[in-house]
């Protein structure tokens, strides 16, 4: 049974960072990409957004352009976890953020909020 837990999330000032951590189980962890989403509610127009994704075998990246240079995404495949370092966090960051991988089906893990306000 796959399984996927967020945590990590908190409120920061802006300027401040997090550490979001995603830990897999149910399945062979390294073989398979892993993604962090975000979500804002209410905002209809990005109301889930890729945010980064690291790849299996060479943990490739790639990054959505708002988070470039401020986020990094790195996976420890013995620890079958992915981390999302978050730096440099901005009020337009606040979001409910989910960690996700794709086996044959979408799995979801329960997601952590962020909240990015002075």
């Known amino acids: 049974q796959v399984q996927l837990v967020e945590s990590g999330g908190g409120f920061v000032q802006p300027g401040g960072s997090l550490r979001l951590s995603c830990k897999a189980s149910g399945f062979t962890f390294s073989y398979y990409p892993m993604s962090w989403y975000r979500q804002t509610p209410g905002n209809t127009e990005k109301e889930l957004e890729l945010?980064?994704?690291?790849?299996?075998?060479?943990?490739?990246?790639t990054y959505l352009d708002d988070v470039k240079g401020r986020f990094t995404i790195s996976r420890d495949n013995a620890k079958n976890t992915v981390y999302l370092q978050m730096n440099n966090l901005k009020p337009e960051d606040t979001a409910v953020y989910y960690c996700y991988t794709w086996i044959k089906d979408d799995y979801w893990g329960q997601g952590t909020q962020v909240t990015v306000s002075s």
């Open positions: 945010v980064v994704r690291i790849f299996s075998e060479i943990s490739s990246t």
